[in-house]
């Protein structure tokens, strides 16, 4: 084309007219979306009352009991790096985590957890396969991933949990058997829960105050943790409990393949 | 060094300490961008925040000379352009929304006002205006459209729209001066006195 048309001066300012300002909306989602801003809100049915979560585009950042909104801001704020906005959450999110607290593993929730240390990711995840009704001792999680000396490092890293009853840290007990410490608000809450999972933790501590780590079935001789639900259908005569693993080798026991019971490093 | 190199520096630098100003520096023209190649505020919205977060996921896969190397204008040009395709195509197959040029009665699109135009009838004239060359804007063939919404509403350069569009400098001059022909032409045709009009 060869004719030059020029623009007229009435013509460009029309069409520079055109621009407009963004939605005041888009830049939060952005930062949101790719995980550089979050969002907080309520969730009223839990086993411990109304919850506040925080999410973003990459996952559940945090969970922790209700409470004063500024707080948490800034503990948000100064656990994350991060700002965190007041929303409603998303159905689909509170639909997925209401299943997981109701004990369906199978619902997907994907989860935040940048800016905490392999090692803490790595016990995170190992108490994710601890199933609703059943607890592990701090050292089956060491001896799991590789650790078995870490025990107390296990501790601390559950203690760390940004993200409880999503990961079930509840249900990492003392090696000695006793309930033991808890993040969401401290041990009674532990027992609360666990009780809304089925558990007895009155009827747990008696047992570990007897010294009983272990439980044996006579008829197949093998012998598990206590809570793991291969045993649950055992015979009342067939249950033989044991001080320890190697208690339960000597009288001819084998682990379970199922929930593989460790020598309790104490 | 102007505020483009700067950022592109420190979006090399680090990512997430520089992507926010990104998204404040671009928000406007890409939404505009969006706006006007859509007619949907919420698509326009959608499209605009798509184009954001791949642009994050590309940054966050390129290495510092990869990036260094990027202009961001027209860069980001090119993938809202390519959401724009997407975002339209579904709104093809899903059927239109009403026709809303300027966005909805909640959202008011806010610009800067000209002191010298600041009554109310000054304002809603120019706000008229402006919906008349949205409407004549959208009239036009996409290749056309595009071209001046890049060249003209968004103020890019021949070069830079050249590099966005993928296509020769040439080839988007004429794109977009056949565009100005056919929004005169619609111009005249608007203008040319009706009867009906005359015998109020």
């Known amino acids: 084309m060869t004719t030059q048309l020029e623009i007229t001066d009435t013509e460009a300012t029309a069409l520079a007219d055109l621009a407009v300002r963004a939605p005041s909306t888009l830049r939060s989602s952005v930062l949101v ?5 979050d969002r907080y809100g309520r969730i009223d049915e839990s086993p411990l009352g109304p919850l506040v979560v925080a999410w973003n585009g990459v996952g559940v950042v945090s969970v922790d009991l209700a409470g004063d909104q500024e707080a948490f801001e800034a503990r948000h704020l100064v656990a994350t790096g991060r700002q965190a906005i007041a929303a409603e959450v998303p159905t689909r999110l509170a639909n997925a985590i209401a299943r997981r607290l109701d004990g369906d593993r199978r619902v997907r929730i994907p989860l935040d957890l940048r800016g ?12 994710l396969e601890i199933p609703r009704g ?23 890293a559950l203690g760390h949990n940004p993200v409880p009853l999503i990961v079930p840290c509840h249900r990492v007990v003392r ?8 993040s969401l608000g401290g041990p009674h809450n532990k027992r609360a829960v666990l009780t809304e999972e089925g558990l007895d933790p009155d009827a747990m501590e008696s047992a570990a105050r007897r010294g009983e ?15 793991c639900h291969t045993g649950r259908h055992m015979l009342e005569r067939n249950r033989r409990p044991f001080r320890s693993l190697a208690e339960a080798g000597a009288a001819g026991y084998r682990p379970c393949k199922v929930c593989r019971p460790v020598a309790a490093a104490a | 060094m102007d505020a483009d190199d700067r950022l592109i520096a420190d979006l090399a630098d680090d990512l997430d300490a520089a992507f926010e100003r990104l998204v404040i520096a671009h928000q406007d023209r890409l939404y505009t961008i969006a ?8 698509d326009a919205e959608e499209a605009a925040q798509d184009a954001l977060v791949r642009a994050y996921r590309a940054l966050a896969s390129y290495d510092r000379a990869r990036i260094a190397e ?42 800067p006002e000209a002191p010298e135009a600041a009554t109310p009838t000054a304002v809603a004239e120019r706000h008229a205006e402006r919906d008349r060359w949205a409407v004549r804007l959208a009239a036009l063939p996409t290749a056309y459209r595009t071209a001046i ?19 020769p400098e040439g080839t988007v001059k004429a794109q977009v001066h056949r565009g100005i022909a056919l929004l005169r032409t619609m111009l005249e045709a608007e203008t040319r006195p009706e009867p009906e009009e005359m015998t109020a």
């Not at chain 1, 780590?213 to 809570?227: D, E, N, Q």
Request: glycine share 12%; aromatic share 6%; hydrophobic share 40%.
């Open chain 1, 134 to 156: 059943e607890v592990r001792p701090y050292g089956w999680i060491a001896a799991e991933i590789g650790r078995p000396k870490a025990v107390r490092a296990v501790g601390t």
């Open chain 2, 35 to 42: 706006l006007r190649m859509l007619g949907d505020p919420g």
């Open chain 1, 213 to 227: 780590r272990l439980v044996g079935c006579a008829s197949t001789k093998i012998v598990c943790w206590p809570t």
């Open chain 2, 70 to 111: 990027l202009r961001l204008r027209p860069w980001l040009s090119t993938i809202v352009l390519n959401r724009c395709r997407t975002v339209g195509a579904r709104r093809a197959t899903r059927g239109p929304k009403p026709v809303s040029i300027d966005g909805d009665a909640n959202r008011p699109i806010t610009e």
């Open chain 2, 149 to 167: 919404v890049l060249r003209h509403v968004d103020g890019l350069t021949y070069p830079e729209a050249a590099e966005a569009l993928g296509r």
């Open chain 1, 33 to 37: 979306e790719v995980g550089l801003m």
């Open chain 1, 116 to 127: 905490h240390t392999g090692f803490e990711q790595d016990v995170w995840r190992k108490a």
């Open chain 1, 175 to 182: 090696s000695d058997g006793f309930i033991g410490q808890y």
